[in-house]
C-alpha cells in the first residue's frame, strides 16, 4: 500500500495517495495499538504486585508500538526511512504554496491592488484540499509518535528555501536593500506554511510564535554570511552599495557575526589587496572606502581597527606610501579618487591631530560631552587582538597620517610635494594650494605648517617682485652703466626663501648665452630694488614654454630648462657631435643622451653614428618626423639602440631575472605594478631606476620578442 509513493513526491497526485496511505496506516496501527491497551490492562489487574517499574513499561508500550509499527510497517513494503519521505513531501509542498503566493502577488500588482507589507500570513489560493492534506499528514505522524521525525523534516524544508530564495536574491545586488524584504518573506510564506502542519490551538500560536522569531534570527544569519563574503566588493562599490552596507550592520547588531566578518574581510583583503601586484594608489583608495564603509556598520571603530591593522602595517612597508598620500590630497580636481579624499580635508567634525589630552576651556569642554554622549562599548566578540586605541573613531585623514604613527613625515612629504608644485607654475596661481594649506592648519596646527604657509607667501610676492622687475627700464640708475641689458618681458623668476624651502635637487649645467644675459639682467634689477639683496639662480629648477616650428607645423612643449638649453644650441647649428655639444653644456654624454633622447621620441632631432664611432651625431629635422617613439613622453632615462647595449643597459640588464619571475608568477602586470614590486624586493643590487629608465627597457624586452604588451599590461611570451 504505502510503496507506491513513497519513493518520491513528484505530483500533486502522489501527494493525495501519501495522504490515504498515512490515514490506513494510522487505522491499521491504532486498531492494533488498541488492542495492545486492553491486554496491558488485564496484565495490570492481573498482577497488582507488579512494581513501579514494570507498570511504567507496561504503560507506555502503546506509544513504542506505535512508532516500531509504523517503521515496521514502511521497512517490509521497501520503503525509505521517515525522514526522507517526509523531507521530500514537505519541500514539494512548500514549493507549491511559494509559487501560489508569487503569483497571487504579480496578479495583484498586475491588478493595482496593494499587495500590503507582505507579512501577511494567510495562506493564497490553493486548490481544494491542499490545506488539508498538508494537515492530515502532520496530524497523522503525531498520532503516529513521529512528532519528533516531523518538525525536523519540515523545519530543514524552511531553512533550505529561505537560504534558496536568499542565495538568489544576493548575487551582487549591492545597491538595494536585501535584509528588508527577506524578513518580510520569512514573516509570510513560511509562516502561513507552518501554520498548517503545527497542531492547533494556544499551543500552536505560542510554538508559531517561536518560530518566527527563529526564522528572523536564520534570514539575519544568512543575510550576514552572505553579504559579509561579498565585504571587498561592497567596499569597492562604496558608496553605491551603501543598502548592502546597512544589510551588514542590521545583520551584526542582531546576531553573534563579528568576529566571523573580521576573519573573512582580513582574508579578502590579504588575497586580493595586499599583495605586490597592488599599486599604493590603488590600497590606499581601498582603505579609505573601507573606513568609510566600517563607519556605517560599527561607528565605534572596533572593527575598523581589526580589520585596518593588516593595511596600515602592509602600507608601511612600501616606500611610497606617504608621497601617494600627499599626492591624493593636492591632486587636481580632474581626479576624482583624489577629490573625494581632499574633500575629507573639509570635514568639520575631524578633530585636529596635534589636540592634548588635557581639555582646555569651554568649547574642549563641550566636546568631551559630546563624545561621551557618543560612546559605545565594543561588540562581545569583537577581535580581542586588536589594541584599545583602535577603538577610537577617526576620520580619513587621521587614519590615514596614522599609519606612520606620526605627522612629522607626512609633513615633510607634504612640504617637498608643494615645493614641486609651486616650482611647476608659470602664472603664480595658487589659490588651490591655499585652501588645501589653509584645511591642513586645522588639523595639524600653524606652527607646523609654517614653512609651507612662508613657502605660498613667496610664490605671492614673487608674482609682485616680478612684475616690479620688468617695469624697471634699462636706463634706470644705476643700470645705464651697464651695456650687456637685454628685454627680460619672456623671463619670470619664482624667488624662494631657502631657509623656509625643503632641500631643492640642483643639476649643473652651463646655459645657452642669450639665457644667462636674460637671468644677469634681472638680477641687476632685482639688485637696484632690494640692495644689497641678490639673487643666487638655480638654472636646472621650472620650465621653459616653446613655441616650435618644424616645417610647416607649429607644436607647443612645456619642458625643463635643460631640455630648453639642448634645444636652443641648434638655432646656430643643425648638426652637433654629442662630445661638442656635452663639452659646451658641461654635462657628461651620457647625462646629455638621456635628455636628447626626449627630442628624438617628438621627432624634433635624430641621431646617427658611424661605424666605430663612440658617440653619435644629433641632427636636426627639417621636417617633423612621426615614426614609432623609442618611448613615452618625456621619458628621460631611455638608452636603447638598434646596433648593441650601452652601460645603463647593462645595469637594467641586472634585473631582467627578477622581471621574468615576477611575470612568471602573474599573467600580466602593467609597468608601475613592475615599478613598484622592484623597488619593495630588489635589494642585490638595489633598484634605484626611475620609471621612465624601466618603460625603455621593458620597451627592449618587447622588442627583443621576450615580453608582449597588450592594453598596458606585459605579458611574458611563451
Known amino acids: 500500500m504505502l510503496c507506491r509513493c513513497m519513493q518520491g513526491i513528484p505530483s500533486a497526485c502522489s501527494s493525495t495517495c501519501l495522504c490515504f496511505d498515512m ?10 495499538a488498541e488492542l495492545l491497551s486492553q491486554l496491558c490492562d488485564r496484565a495490570l489487574r492481573a498482577q497488582p504486585a507488579m512494581g513501579p517499574g514494570s507498570r511504567t513499561a507496561l504503560l507506555s508500550a502503546g506509544q513504542r508500538f506505535r512508532r ?152 539575519y544569519e544568512t543575510v550576514g554570511t552572505l553579504r559579509i563574503g561579498d565585504m571587498f566588493d561592497i567596499v569597492v562599490d562604496y558608496p553605491d552599495s551603501l543598502p548592502a552596507i546597512e544589510d551588514i550592520r542590521d545583520c551584526l547588531q542582531n546576531t553573534n557575526l563579528h568576529r566571523k566578518f573580521v576573519a573573512v574581510f582580513r582574508k579578502a583583503l590579504q588575497d586580493r589587496l595586499l599583495h605586490p601586484g597592488a599599486a599604493t594608489s590603488d590600497i590606499i583608495q581601498q582603505y579609505v572606502s573601507a573606513i568609510k564603509a566600517l563607519a556605517h556598520i560599527d561607528p565605534a571603530g572596533a572593527i575598523l581597527g581589526a580589520v585596518g591593522g593588516p593595511i596600515r602595517a602592509y602600507l608601511r612597508q612600501r616606500r611610497d606610501t606617504i608621497r601617494c598620500v600627499v599626492t591624493m590630497l593636492t591632486a587636481d580636481e580632474e581626479d576624482a579618487a583624489a577629490a573625494s579624499l581632499h574633500a575629507e580635508l573639509g570635514n568639520a567634525e575631524a578633530a585636529p591631530e596635534d589636540c592634548d589630552s588635557d581639555f582646555e576651556g569651554g568649547e574642549a569642554d563641550v566636546a568631551a560631552i559630546r563624545e561621551a554622549e557618543r560612546w559605545e562599548p565594543d561588540p562581545v566578540d569583537a577581535d580581542p587582538s586588536r589594541t584599545p586605541s583602535a577603538a577610537q573613531a577617526g576620520d580619513v585623514i587621521s587614519r590615514l597620517v596614522g599609519i606612520y604613527g606620526s605627522k612629522e613625515l607626512f609633513i615633510s612629504e607634504y612640504r617637498s610635494m608643494l615645493a614641486d608644485r609651486l616650482l611647476a607654475k608659470s602664472d603664480y596661481d595658487c589659490d588651490r594650494e591655499l585652501r588645501t594649506l589653509e584645511l591642513l592648519k586645522v588639523r595639524f596646527g600653524e606652527g607646523n605648517l609654517h614653512n609651507a604657509e612662508v613657502m605660498l607667501k613667496d610664490l605671492a610676492d614673487s608674482k609682485r617682485i616680478n612684475a616690479n622687475v620688468k617695469s624697471v627700464p634699462n636706463t634706470a640708475t644705476p643700470l645705464r652703466r651697464r651695456r650687456s641689458l637685454v628685454d627680460i618681458d619672456g623671463l619670470s623668476a619664482t624667488i624662494v626663501s631657502q631657509l623656509f624651502w625643503p632641500q631643492l635637487p640642483t643639476e649643473e649645467f652651463t646655459l645657452p648665452p642669450a639665457v644667462s644675459a636674460m637671468l644677469a639682467t634681472y638680477g641687476a634689477k632685482y639688485r637696484s630694488l632690494k640692495a644689497p639683496r641678490k639673487l643666487q639662480w638655480k638654472p636646472s629648477l621650472g620650465s621653459v614654454q616653446l613655441d ?162 597588450e592594453g598596458g599590461q606585459y605579458r611574458k611570451r611563451g
Open 68 to 219: 516500531q509499527a509504523a517503521a515496521a510497517i514502511a521497512g517490509a513494503q521497501g520503503c525509505p526511512d521517515w525522514a526522507g519521505l517526509l523531507y521530500r513531501y514537505y519541500w514539494h509542498k512548500l514549493r507549491e504554496l511559494s509559487r501560489a503566493a508569487e503569483a497571487q502577488q504579480e496578479a495583484e500588482e498586475e491588478g493595482g491592488m496593494a499587495s500590503g507589507d507582505g507579512t501577511d500570513m494567510d495562506v493564497p489560493a490553493m486548490p481544494p484540499g491542499w490545506a488539508q492534506q498538508l494537515q492530515d499528514v502532520a496530524a497523522f505522524m503525531r498520532r503516529l509518535g513521529l512528532e519528533a521525525v516531523s518538525e525536523a523534516a519540515y523545519a530543514a524544508v524552511v531553512c533550505r528555501h529561505l537560504r534558496d530564495r536568499l542565495v538568489s536574491h544576493a548575487a551582487r545586488a549591492f545597491d538595494q536593500r536585501m535584509l528588508e524584504p527577506a524578513l518580510r518573506y520569512s514573516a509570510s510564506t513560511p509562516v502561513a506554511f507552518l501554520r498548517l502542519v503545527l497542531p492547533e490551538g494556544r499551543a500552536s500560536e505560542a510554538a508559531l510564535e517561536h518560530w518566527g522569531q527563529q526564522l528572523r534570527y536564520y534570514v
Open 23 to 32: 490515514q490506513e496506516l494510522c487505522t491499521v496501527v491504532e486498531s492494533a
Open 548 to 709: 616650435l616650428t618644424i616645417g610647416d607645423q607649429t607644436l607647443e612643449f612645456n619642458v625643463s630648462p635643460f631640455h630648453a638649453s639642448v634645444l636652443m644650441h641648434f638655432q646656430t647649428r643643425p648638426e652637433w657631435p654629442a662630445a661638442e655639444l656635452a663639452e659646451q653644456m658641461g654635462v657628461e654624454p651620457d647625462v646629455l643622451r638621456r635628455k636628447v633622447v626626449f627630442w628624438i621620441n617628438q621627432g624634433v632631432l635624430s641621431e646617427s653614428r658611424a661605424p666605430g664611432q663612440a658617440l653619435p651625431v644629433y641632427r636636426r629635422n627639417e621636417q617633423l618626423q612621426t615614426g614609432p617613439a623609442l618611448g613615452g613622453d618625456q621619458q628621460e632615462g631611455m638608452e636603447l639602440e638598434e646596433g648593441g647595449a650601452d652601460q645603463e643597459h647593462q645595469e637594467m640588464a641586472a634585473y631582467e631575472p627578477f622581471i621574468m619571475g615576477m611575470l612568471t608568477n602573474f599573467d600580466a602586470l602593467p609597468l608601475d605594478r613592475v615599478h613598484n614590486m622592484l623597488k619593495m624586493f630588489v635589494s642585490d643590487p638595489p633598484y634605484d631606476k626611475s620609471l621612465d629608465q624601466l618603460g625603455a627597457y621593458m620597451a627592449r624586452l618587447v622588442a627583443e620578442e621576450k615580453l608582449s604588451l
